[in-house]
């Protein structure tokens, strides 16, 4: 896989080096987020979450980073993704974790929104829509609609979710890592099909150059501060729909702001479950997901997909 620079600015927390948000990604994984039951910890969950936030940033308070990516004024979107339900959909636990986080550094409640495309997709995955301003809403696009403006870039042209365009100033996109029976694999860079009014137009040719070109969208690039990629337990075959004879606990949280850096890595690590259990590499199962390659190329330029120069941290 060759690499290519990516057009992703640099953080800086005060009293810390500066780390380029290009090249870093960090996966921190361990067993104790579970009960003997293979239950999640939420303290646990929480632990680790600011574990690989501390790596990232190279600092022992993950509190002062938190407070450095978003400020009181933010209104926060945590992008999360229901389709296949309770499941296999981004988990209650690294949600409560973030949103602990963000009231932490100073963010209100009602400042922060947890959103997928319907709210018929939460409920399956088992959040419970609430609208009140008063406190964290949970509510899919349906409850405010698409933008008026069409959004166009490279082959593709879509409305974009009101929560993204109107509603908030931040986002943290929390996929899942799992299998795709059309395009490969789904994680960072796909899970914002959720955010279009039109995904099933683009889903042709392993979803390339379709799911590079939304991700270049403004609302999206400009907005997205954090990825938190929610690889507690993933899939490596069968996916979109929850297939349980095909997901495992790799109990992970992974982290980083290049969403190519974090999709090259899940790749590998499908691949890599995929070979252990005998399955045929996604390239000769004729879904080998080109759309992140695309994505890196000079034209799209939003990451790096060459693993040799991400600067990976396993915690």
């Known amino acids: 896989m060759a690499g290519s620079a990516a057009c992703l600015p640099t953080m800086h927390i005060s009293g810390e080096k500066t780390i380029s948000s290009a090249s870093r990604i960090v996966n921190a994984r361990h067993e104790n987020v579970r009960n003997a039951q293979g239950s999640l910890n939420s303290d646990a969950v929480y632990s680790l979450l600011n574990r690989a936030m501390e790596n990232f940033f190279e600092t022992s308070s993950a509190q002062r980073i938190w407070g450095r990516l978003f400020k009181p004024a933010d209104t926060v979107g945590i992008k999360i993704n229901c389709l296949a339900g309770k499941g296999i959909s981004t988990s209650h636990e690294v949600v409560d974790a973030i949103i602990e986080n963000l009231l932490e550094c100073g963010i209100s409640k009602d400042r922060i929104i947890v959103w997928d495309r319907a709210n018929v997709d939460l409920e399956k995955a088992g959040y419970h829509v609430k609208t009140s301003t008063r406190n964290v809403r949970y509510f899919g696009t349906d409850h405010v609609g698409y933008s008026r403006r069409l959004y166009e870039s490279g082959q593709i042209g879509s409305f974009l979710s009101n929560i993204l365009v109107k509603e908030c100033t931040a986002i943290i996109n929390v996929p899942i890592l799992k299998d795709h029976g059309i395009v490969g694999i789904t994680n960072a860079l796909k899970n914002f099909f959720g955010a279009i009014h039109n995904p ?116």
């Open 200 to 315: 099933n137009k683009y889903h042709s040719h392993l979803g390339d150059p379709y799911i590079a070109d939304v991700n270049v969208l403004s609302e999206i690039r400009n907005k997205t501060r954090l990825t938190v990629c929610d690889a507690l337990t993933c899939q490596y075959e069968g996916g979109p729909p929850f297939m349980p004879q095909w997901t495992w606990h790799y109990n992970g949280i992974i982290v980083g702001r290049d969403m190519v850096a974090l999709d090259t890595l899940g790749w590998k690590i499908i691949e890599d479950k995929r070979k252990e259990n005998g399955l045929a590499s996604l390239k000769e199962a004729g879904r080998e997901p080109t759309y992140i390659h695309t994505a890196a190329d000079p034209l799209h330029s939003l990451g790096i997909h060459d693993l040799s120069k991400i600067d990976l941290i396993s915690v």
